[in-house]
């Protein structure tokens, strides 16, 4: 089981990759999951909206779509992330563009062991969770 990363409509390169597959494992497994297989597919403006309007009868663009394949405890999933969209997001909330994919990443992740925001209550969960998450990382990162 492991973690994959590719491009489909887009030239980008995560760097680092061994750090973010330690990073995500850990945090799938600190809240008693198992990981799967995860793909996590950085792509264009264009193919996030034709995802988004095939798949989720939705018209407009957005950071991240996760299609969640888990079964029972052992986390898998396909989770496309729109890098043009993280890159606006990121000025919009005057964060860093490698702060801004970070958080859409693990966000994506956290979906999947439970996490919702789908309204206010759920919303201030997940970004106490993503906000714990990114300190793991950030440990991480000093420990190299």
Known sequence: ???????????????????????????IEV???????INFIFTSESKILDINTTYLNHTYLTD??????TTDKIISSDIYICIPVVRSNAQKYNQSFSDE?????????????????????????MRKAE??????????ENAK
């Not at 809240?31 to 297989?37: E, T």
């Open 64 to 69: 991240i779509i996760t299609f969640p394949y």
């Open 31 to 37: 809240n008693n999951f198992k990981l799967g297989d």
């Open 101 to 125: 994919l970070n958080r859409i990443m693990i966000h994506g992740v956290l979906h999947l062991i439970g996490y919702n925001d789908s309204n206010e209550e759920e919303t201030i969960e």
């Open 1 to 27: 089981m492991a973690i994959f990363f590719f491009n489909d409509d887009i030239n980008f390169t995560l760097k680092d990759k061994r750090l973010f597959k330690g990073w995500i494992k850990k945090i």
């Open 131 to 140: 906000d714990k998450c990114l300190l793991v990382l950030k440990e991480m």
